[in-house]
């Protein structure tokens, strides 16, 4: 439905998850909760008085009841007064979209997760999911060319939205049109998994926009071989750098943009009384002990058993540590509706238990694992931690090895897999480990442990300069003004 509000936006957000969600209360009422995130954070920089309007997909059947009947144009009172369109897109198609290829397809490819030789299978129940792909970017494009007045920059965000640049240049040429992609992007030869057609169809859907933005240099230039290698783009580089893409006639730049902790934000939040009073709680149970502190989605990519798995072997190999540290480790739900993950949280939480089994005891636990979401017991174990391990097998940044150093109260030691973007702005002072290897993750975890605490400090203030650098205000400005002024 169009309003005497459309056609009026000077700036266009668009993304699957929005900054608000909805759950139905006991009695029917509607409990609307904001979003945190870098996107969420990023857009107030600009705020409500700037017009932006942020176009997002209605996930829960709350946020149906919400969207019904305006339009899709939800409550300013729960949105911070920012625009916000929540479109409300067929339930079959929505999880045909989100679950089927978004997360199941998109996410394993930019994430190296498929288990070959098993998986992937593209059969026919692929091609179903992924013409619902295409419905459901068809339905974003449609309002996003409803609500960008004329010229307006148009900010499409991440890997459910591949297609939405290519098919709104269509609906409105006139537009300022740009990509970023949150995760990382594979290379050539992993990303020819897809069938021929639709690998193309992403990358064409993508170079339909004016930018193509990625978190780090490395994923931009994975996307610009694919784009030689399986579209036979041209591609043009400057000090060695890829830069441009052309492609049928048009030409697209890709831009780097490392998005950074809100440094303001989290020592101010991370200093509230709920934070305090969840470290008392955390403190009671721990002691004195030294902490391994890890927090993340139940994601596959986050690789949290082969953590467990090396910190069962830094009991094993080093065992003085046993009863002297605890691994807190906080792995909070996501994306339950797949099989995949329920059994990968089932297995996180087994192998907690083993651990706990074979080496804890009546006054120690080795880990001290939480699945339910509280961003407060996050920020307390922040702050108390000695390591911080982030180990994902891939990963487009990982803003928790950014967060960590921002808050950390005596200076942390941080391990960090060699294969998440944020290595590529904190390698010299945090401990580089390849993901995948268990003992050489033991091994650093023992480093860590053992670092002297003036260097440990030394390092964490260095790791929390260069995690700031790019705060969300900035990052998302800086987007902005690299579309509007092409
Ligand atoms: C990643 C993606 C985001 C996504 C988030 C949470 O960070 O890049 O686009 O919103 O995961 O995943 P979910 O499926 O719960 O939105």
Not at 393 to 403: F, Q, T, W
Request: aromatic share 8%; with cysteine; charged share 25%.
């Amino acid at each position: 439905m169009v309003t005497e509000q459309a056609a009026s936006a000077p700036i266009v957000v668009a993304s699957n998850r929005g900054p608000v969600s909805y759950r139905v209360r006991e009695d029917g009422s509607l409990a609307a909760g904001r979003g945190g995130g870098g996107l969420v954070s990023g857009l107030s920089a600009i705020g409500p008085e700037s017009g932006a309007v942020w176009v997002c997909a209605a996930m829960s059947e709350g946020d149906r009841l919400a969207a019904e009947g305006s339009g899709g144009r939800l409550d300013t009172a729960d949105t911070g007064g920012h625009r916000v369109r929540m479109l409300d897109i067929a339930p079959d198609t929505f999880a045909a979209a989100y679950n089927g290829i978004a997360n199941s397809v998109l996410w394993f490819v930019h994430h190296l997760l498929y288990q070959t030789p098993l998986e992937p299978v593209f059969d026919e129940s692929f091609r179903a999911q992924w013409a619902a792909y295409e419905a459901y970017n068809a339905a974003f494009a449609e309002a996003l060319a409803e609500e960008a007045a004329e010229g307006a920059a148009v900010l499409v965000q991440d890997y459910h939205l591949t297609l939405v640049p290519g098919l709104l240049r269509e609906l409105r040429p006139d537009l300022r049109i740009g990509h970023f992609s949150h995760t990382p992007w594979a290379p050539p030869d992993y990303y020819r998994l897809l069938p021929d057609d639709v690998a193309r169809q992403v990358l064409r859907g993508i170079l339909g926009g004016d930018r193509a933005a990625f978190l780090t240099r490395r994923w931009a230039q994975a996307f610009a071989d694919c784009c030689e290698q399986v579209l036979g783009a041209q591609t043009e580089r400057e000090n060695g750098i890829t830069t441009v893409v052309r492609f049928e006639g048009r030409t697209t730049r890709l831009g780097v943009h490392g998005l950074g902790a809100d440094g303001d934000f989290l020592r101010e939040r991370a200093h509230r009384a709920d934070v305090e009073e969840r470290m008392a709680a955390l403190r009671a149970r721990i002691g004195g002990r030294k902490t391994i502190v890890r927090v993340d989605r139940t994601e596959l990519s986050k690789n949290i058993v082969r953590g467990l798995h090396a910190y069962r072997r830094l009991l094993v190999e080093r065992p003085e540590w046993r009863g002297q540290v605890v691994h807190i480790a906080f792995a909070y739900p996501s994306r339950q509706d797949l099989t995949v993950y329920r059994d990968y949280t089932a297995t996180v939480e087994r192998v907690a238990r083993e651990i706990n089994a074979e080496f804890g005891d009546a006054s120690w636990q080795p880990v001290d694992l939480h699945v339910k979401d509280d961003f407060a017991r996050s920020l307390a174990a922040y702050r108390m931690a000695d390591v911080a391990l982030v180990n994902p097998i891939r990963d487009g940044m990982n803003l928790v090895a950014k967060e960590v150093p921002v808050v950390s109260d005596a200076g942390c030691a941080l391990v960090l897999s060699r294969e998440a973007g944020a290595a590529a702005e904190l390698a010299e002072d945090a401990l580089l480990v390849n993901p995948y290897d268990v003992e050489a993750t033991a091994r650093a975890l023992h480093r860590a442990l053992l670092m002297d605490p003036s260097e440990r400090a030394e390092r964490c203030k260095r790791l929390a300069a260069a995690a700031t650098a790019l705060p969300p205000a900035r990052w998302f400005m800086d987007q902005l003004t690299a579309l509007q002024g092409m």
